[in-house]
């Protein structure tokens, strides 16, 4: 088992930035490769970004040039930046270990509330 924890969430207004935190640990050797995603009430938990042991990166279009994401293996901490945030991008983000070869999550985190105001 793996365990994430998420932080760093909050509410900020459009055109700013935040930066999530997730510290993985338990089972950390296992971890292939970690990711983000956000959900909106009432829809589907969409992927945002992952990275893998070697760094290697995928974003959705929503976010590319906008959101980069990072990981510290030494700490077992992965990251999102997220630059010129929108009132759309309002939502729970959630981190998770996935899959590097399909990108589907293995284990998730809590969650985190981020809000954008306009």
């Known amino acids: 088992q793996v365990q994430l924890v998420e932080s760093g969430g909050g509410l900020v207004q459009a055109g700013g930035s935040l930066r999530l935190s997730c510290v993985a640990s338990?089972?950390?050797?296992?971890?292939?490769?970690m990711g983000w995603f956000r959900q909106d009430p009432g829809k589907d938990r969409d992927i945002l970004a992952t990275?893998?042991?070697?760094?290697?990166?995928y974003y959705t279009d929503s976010v590319k040039g906008r959101f980069t994401i990072s990981r510290d293996n030494a700490k077992n901490t992965v990251y999102l930046q997220m630059n010129s945030l929108k009132p759309e991008d309002t939502a729970v983000y959630y981190c998770?270990?996935?899959?590097?070869?399909?990108?589907?999550?293995?284990?998730w985190g809590q969650g985190t509330q981020v809000t954008v105001s306009s």
């Open positions: 998770a270990v996935v899959y590097s070869s399909t990108r589907r999550p293995r284990y």
């Open positions: 338990g089972r950390t050797f296992s971890i292939d490769a």
């Open positions: 990275i893998n042991g070697s760094g290697s990166t």
